[in-house]
T-cell receptor
Framework: EDQVTQSPEALRLQEGESSSLNCSYT??????LFWYRQDPGKGPEFLFTLYSAGEEKEKERLKATLTKKESFLHITAPKPEDSATYLCAVQAGTAGNNRKLIWGLGTSLGVNP | DSGVTQTPKHLITATGQRVTLRCSPR?????VYWYQQSLDQGLQFLIQYYNGEERAKGNILERFSAQQFPDLHSELNLSSLELGDSALYFCASSVRPQREWGYTDTQYFGPGTRLTVL
């Protein structure tokens, strides 16, 4: 069964303390992996799309990487405004899932000033 | 601002009632997706429309229905509401549907409608 697992569930960092969030997936034929940021009560905000193993994308303090089994979202020198829930989603290439994303439950990140 | 709009922002109603949530996709986007997000659950995909036609169904209850109109806006109808239907409902849009063997289009989310059933 296609599955996406995010870890840790929650993470608290000090401002400036770099870390990584993990998204591991088990799907048949990866077509794309997405990272979103979600603030409480708000809609998910698109961050990155990764399509193939070895691909990397960066945006400000965030860098997303992809392997054949997992993706990492690296946060360098985080600031309090980076506090949010980070969601990972995967599109599989199987016929049954070809039109919907499989979502992880997210990692809740808190950054202390 | 993603360009996806949803109305209303908040909705409070009673059990047994029916409500309609509205979504306008980003300009140029043909595909609309509906999601439900409860406090203790992740995003649950409900249904997808592309250019007026239903393309995919997720965990959508029979009490729920949706449609996409010629102007591409979409409505999600929730009927015989129960306490457990209280949640955030999000709409997302993308340019094209996610194809089986083609590229993948990014979904852009609206701000959501918070539904409270009392």
């Amino acid at each position: 069964e296609d599955q996406v697992t995010q870890s840790p569930e929650a993470l608290r960092l000090q401002e400036g303390e770099s870390s990584s969030l993990n998204c591991s997936y088990t799907v048949s034929g990866l077509r794309g992996l997405f990272w979103y940021r979600q603030d409480p009560g708000k809609g998910p905000e698109f961050l990155f799309t990764l399509y193939s193993a070895g691909e990397e994308k960066e945006k400000e303090r965030l860098k997303a990487t992809l392997t054949k089994k997992e993706s990492f979202l690296h946060i360098t020198a985080p600031k309090p405004e980076d506090s949010a829930t980070y969601l990972c989603a995967v599109q599989a290439g199987t016929a049954g899932n070809n039109r919907k994303l499989i979502w992880g439950l997210g990692t809740s990140l808190g950054v202390n000033p | 601002d993603s360009g996806v709009t949803q109305t209303p922002k908040h909705l409070i109603t009673a059990t047994g009632q029916r409500v309609t949530l509205r979504c306008s996709p980003r300009s140029g986007d043909l595909s609309v997706y509906w999601y439900q997000q409860s406090l203790d659950q992740g995003l649950q995909f409900l249904i997808q429309y592309y250019n007026g036609e239903e393309r995919a169904k997720g965990n959508i209850l029979e009490r729920f229905s949706a449609q996409q109109f010629p102007d591409l806006h979409s409505e999600l109808n929730l009927s015989s509401l129960e306490l457990g239907d209280s949640a955030l409902y999000f709409c997302a849009s993308s340019v094209r549907p996610q194809r089986e063997w083609g590229y993948t289009d990014t979904q852009y989310f609206g701000p959501g409608t918070r539904l409270t059933v009392l």
